[in-house]
């Protein structure tokens, strides 16, 4: 029937995200996206339109997913504890498959020299919203007194970090390390009080 998609939507967005995620943005074509779904060229044009809207629909499910993710992780009744489950997910997402898969937004952001505007908004959706729920975290419970930052400048520090453990896992690909350095920024962050 014209105009009804003749493949398993969620499958293919699905295995879209596997190849995004594994060959960045940059380095995917229309035509890797078709042999890796399974789902032909024309089809993929005929319902998405090009390469780049495909990869908006696709991201919008991984931020979703991801942001989800964040939330439970950031979900511990002590902040110590929340920040090193925030940190643990990340750094599981990131060295997941082998090869490891890395970040799917920091590989689209270095892919290109310069970014579409729509995958830039894309970004720094995704960054503000892992901003806003590090912010919420930090400012629960009074726990944020403690911190030697503003709440907000805090968020950020950490949502930097975390786009800096990508490279350090691309170069020495050591999970040890990520999570010792990780939970270092959490000392910095949350010092344990002398008695």
Not at 46 to 73: P, S, T, W
Not at 103 to 116: I, M, N, P, R, Y
Not at 150 to 178: H, S
Request: net charge neutral; hydrophobic share 45%; aromatic share 8%.
């Amino acid at each position: 029937m014209a105009g009804m998609r003749q493949f398993d939507e969620e499958a293919m967005l699905e295995q879209a995200l596997e190849l995004f995620w594994q060959k960045g943005f940059a380095n995917t074509t229309m035509l890797d996206l078709a042999a890796a779904t399974g789902v032909q060229r024309g089809s993929l044009y005929n319902a998405y339109g090009d390469k780049d809207a495909l990869f908006l629909k696709v991201f919008e499910r991984y931020r979703l997913r991801f942001l989800g993710q964040v939330g439970e992780a950031l979900a511990r009744p002590r902040l110590r504890d929340a920040l090193r489950s925030f940190f643990s997910f990340v750094i599981t997402s990131m060295t997941t498959g082998t090869p490891t898969r890395g970040c799917l937004s920091t590989k689209t952001a270095l892919g290109s020299e310069v970014l579409d505007p729509a995958l830039q908004g894309a970004l720094r959706r995704l960054l503000d919203d892992i901003e806003a729920a590090l912010v919420e975290r930090l400012s629960q419970d009074g726990e944020s007194e403690s911190l030697p930052i503003p709440v907000r400048q805090a968020a950020r520090l950490i949502v930097t970090f975390t786009r800096g453990l990508v490279v350090i896992e691309r170069v020495y690909a050591d999970e040890k390390r990520l999570r010792a350095t990780a939970d270092a920024l959490v000392k910095l962050l949350l010092p344990t009080p002398v008695h």
